[in-house]
C-alpha cells in the first residue's frame, strides 16, 4: 500500500496531495505568447466599460489631469494578480475553493458567489454596446440586440469542445480588433496639440483636477479591471494548465464528453529546490504576460487612445459629450463627417467589441464560481452529476437573468454601481487572499512582504474611497 504525503491547508477540508509541478515553458518570445491567454483575457476584459464608458467622457470634460490615477491602480492591481494566480498555480485550486477552506463552513463560497453575483451579474456591458450598436448600424433596437448577444454567450460555450479556449479566440480576437481599431482611429481624428495635453494629464501626478466629482474619480481605482475581475484569474489560469492547474479537468461543451474536475488539489514539494525553481518560473511567466497584455497594451494603452478621442471630439469638434454608450455614437458621427459611413460603421465595430466581449468573461466567471459553490461544497446536492452539468446551469441563469434585467436601460448607471461596489469587493477579496497565502502556503513559495505591503494599502485606499463615496456622492439614477 502507498501512503501518499500531505500537507494541511486551511481550517477545514482535506489536506492536499504533495504532486511535482508540471515544467514551465521557456520564457521566450513564442513561450510567453503561448501561455499569455489568461492575462490577454483579463487585458481583454479591461478594454470594457471603463475605458468605453467613461475614459471618453471624462476627457471630454478635460479632467484628464486625474488619468495618472489609471496607472497607479493598474501597478497595484498586478501585485493582487500575482497573489491569485501564486495560489492556483501552487495548488490548482480556484481561489473561492481556498475560501473554501477557512471557517465557518460554507460561508465565504456563499459570501463571495451573493456578492459577486450583486455586482457584477447586471448585463451594463453588453446592453451598452447593443443600444451603441442599434444606433451605429440603424438596425433592430438595442433590446433586441441585448437578448441576441446574451443568448449567443450560453450557444457559443455550449457548442465549444472546451468553454476556455473559446473565450480565449472570442477575446484575442476582441482584443486586436479594439486595441488597433481605437488607435488608428483615434490618431485620425486628433492632433498633436491634444495629444500633448492628454499625455501631460496622464503624467500629473497627484493632480485633482476642480469639478470633477466624487463618482468621476471611483472607477479609476478599479482599474484596468476590479473586484471580481480580477478574481477570475484563477480561473483561466487553470484552465490554461499553469501550475498546478495542469493536473484539473476542463469544462467541455455539450456536445463533447465532460471532464473530472477535483473538489480537492496539490500542493508544491516546497522541500525539493528544483520544484521551488520551476513554481518561480511559472509566477515569472504569469508576472510577464500580465505586465504586456493586462497593465500595458490591455488597461495603459487602450485607455489613453479612449481619453485622448474623448477630449479630441470635445476640443477640436467642439462636440457635448455625453456620458455613458452615447459617447461612440458621438465619436462615430466624427468619423462619419470626415471619412464616410465607412468609417462610421468600422467605429462601430471597434465599440461593440470593446463592450460585447466583457460579458462573455464576466458571465463564465460568475458560472465558475456559482460552480465551484455548489459542486464543492455540497457533494450530495449535486450527486453523479458533473461539474460541466452546473456550469451550464448557471450560465444559462445568468443569461435568463441578463434578458430580464434588459428593461431596466440606463446601462451607465448600472456600470456606475458595479463600480461603486467593485470599492468594497476588491479589498475584501485582497485582504482574504492575502491572509490565505501568508499563513498556509509554505514557506518558501509564500508572498515577500512588499507584495503584502503593496495589498493591503490598496485594500485600505479602497475601503476609505468606498465610505467617501457612500456617504457624499452615492451612484444614483439619471446619470
Request: glycine residues 10%; proline residues 6%.
Amino acid at each position: 500500500m502507498i501512503t501518499l504525503e500531505t500537507y494541511k491547508i486551511g481550517d477545514i477540508k482535506p489536506p492536499l496531495e504533495i504532486k511535482k509541478l508540471p515544467d514551465p515553458p521557456p520564457l521566450t518570445v513564442s513561450g510567453i505568447l503561448k501561455w499569455a491567454g489568461p492575462s490577454i483575457i483579463l487585458g481583454t476584459l479591461s478594454v470594457g466599460g471603463f475605458e468605453a464608458y467613461h475614459a471618453g467622457y471624462v476627457g471630454a470634460q478635460g479632467f484628464v489631469g486625474i488619468f495618472w490615477l489609471y496607472w497607479v491602480s493598474a501597478f497595484f492591481q498586478l501585485f493582487l494578480n500575482t497573489e491569485i494566480a501564486r495560489w492556483t498555480m501552487a495548488t490548482g485550486e480556484t481561489v473561492l475553493q481556498g475560501f473554501m477552506r477557512l471557517s465557518p463552513s460554507k460561508f465565504w463560497a456563499w459570501f463571495s458567489s451573493i456578492f459577486c453575483w450583486i455586482q457584477v451579474a447586471w448585463p451594463a456591458w453588453i446592453t451598452g454596446a447593443a443600444a451603441g450598436a442599434a444606433v451605429l448600424f440603424g438596425i433592430g433596437t438595442w433590446e433586441q440586440w441585448s437578448i441576441v448577444a446574451l443568448v449567443l454567450v450560453w450557444i457559443l460555450f455550449a457548442a465549444s469542445k472546451y468553454v476556455y479556449k473559446t473565450l480565449e479566440w472570442v477575446m484575442y480576437a476582441c482584443f486586436v480588433v479594439a486595441n488597433v481599431g481605437i488607435t488608428i482611429f483615434t490618431i485620425l481624428m486628433t492632433t498633436p496639440e491634444c495629444i500633448s495635453d492628454v499625455a501631460r494629464g496622464w503624467l500629473a501626478v497627484g493632480t485633482i483636477p476642480a469639478g470633477i466629482s466624487i463618482a468621476a474619480i471611483g472607477p479609476f481605482l478599479l482599474q484596468p479591471a476590479g473586484g471580481f475581475w480580477n478574481f477570475w484569474h484563477t480561473y483561466w489560469v487553470r484552465e490554461k494548465g499553469m501550475g498546478m492547474g495542469a493536473y484539473f479537468g476542463r469544462v467541455t461543451g455539450l456536445a463533447f464528453k465532460p471532464e473530472d474536475i477535483r473538489r480537492s488539489g496539490y500542493i508544491v514539494d516546497w522541500r525539493d529546490p528544483n520544484e521551488i525553481r520551476k513554481f518561480h518560473q511559472w509566477m515569472r511567466l504569469n508576472w510577464i504576460t500580465m505586465i504586456i497584455f493586462f497593465v500595458l497594451i490591455g488597461g495603459i494603452w487602450f485607455t489613453f487612445f479612449a481619453s485622448l478621442a474623448g477630449y479630441t471630439a470635445a476640443k477640436v469638434y467642439g462636440l457635448t459629450v455625453p456620458s455613458g454608450w452615447r459617447i461612440a455614437v458621438i465619436i462615430a458621427e466624427i468619423f462619419g463627417k470626415v471619412w464616410g459611413p465607412i468609417a462610421f460603421s468600422l467605429f462601430g465595430i471597434v465599440i461593440a467589441a470593446s463592450l460585447f466581449d466583457s460579458q462573455f468573461s464576466i458571465y463564465d466567471g460568475i458560472a465558475r464560481m456559482w460552480t465551484d459553490t455548489i459542486y464543492i461544497e455540497h457533494p450530495k446536492v449535486t450527486g453523479r452529476r458533473p461539474y460541466r452539468f452546473w456550469y451550464f446551469v448557471m450560465l444559462g441563469a445568468l443569461v435568463t437573468y441578463g434578458v430580464c434585467c434588459i428593461p431596466l436601460g440606463t446601462p451607465y448607471f448600472i456600470w456606475l454601481i458595479a463600480n461603486w461596489l467593485g470599492t468594497l469587493s476588491q479589498p475584501y477579496i485582497t485582504l482574504l487572499l492575502i491572509y490565505m497565502n501568508r499563513k498556509y502556503l509554505p514557506k518558501p513559495i509564500r508572498p515577500k512582504w512588499y507584495h503584502v505591503a503593496f495589498n493591503v494599502v490598496w485594500a485600505m485606499v479602497l475601503i476609505t474611497y468606498f465610505i467617501i463615496w457612500t456617504l457624499l456622492e452615492p451612484p444614483r439614477l439619471g446619470i
